[in-house]
């Protein structure tokens, strides 16, 4: 059974860099691409990042590239989405995703298994 746990969220000033968590079970990295998505309410939920199950390749949104990281940690079986430079446009609920053999993509509608997400407020 798949099962993505996300974690890391809370409030920070802008300019300010966090830290979220993906705790996996039930994938490999090599079977299933991870990707980062972000919803706010009355938005579709917005694709920011991914890595291929394929060969690792790595993909962001012009909206975050730079400024976000998206790291596998194999041992761990953890998908980390490393954020600096905060603005209060980047305040939603961010999501970890997994698409089975999946090249990285950062269309929502491509990954079957969600987290339950986790709150990020970027204000003064």
């Known amino acids: 059974e798949v099962q993505l746990v996300e974690s890391g969220g809370g409030s920070v000033r802008p300019g300010g860099s966090l830290t979220l968590s993906c705790a996996t079970s039930?994938?490999?990295?090599?079977?299933?691409?991870i990707g980062w998505f972000r919803q706010v309410p009355g938005k579709p939920r917005e694709g920011l990042s991914s890595i291929s199950s394929l060969d690792r390749s790595e993909y962001y949104a012009d909206v975050v590239r730079g400024r976000f990281t998206q790291y596998n940690d194999n041992k761990k079986n953890t998908v980390y989405l490393q954020m600096s430079g905060l603005k209060p446009e980047d305040t939603a609920v961010y999501y970890c995703?997994?698409?089975?053999?999946?090249?990285?993509?950062?269309?929502?509608?491509?990954?079957?298994?969600w987290g339950q997400g986790t709150r990020v407020t970027v204000s003064w």
């Open positions: 039930g994938v490999t990295f090599d079977e299933y691409a």
């Open positions: 995703a997994a698409e089975r053999l999946g090249l990285g993509s950062l269309d929502a509608g491509r990954y079957a298994y």
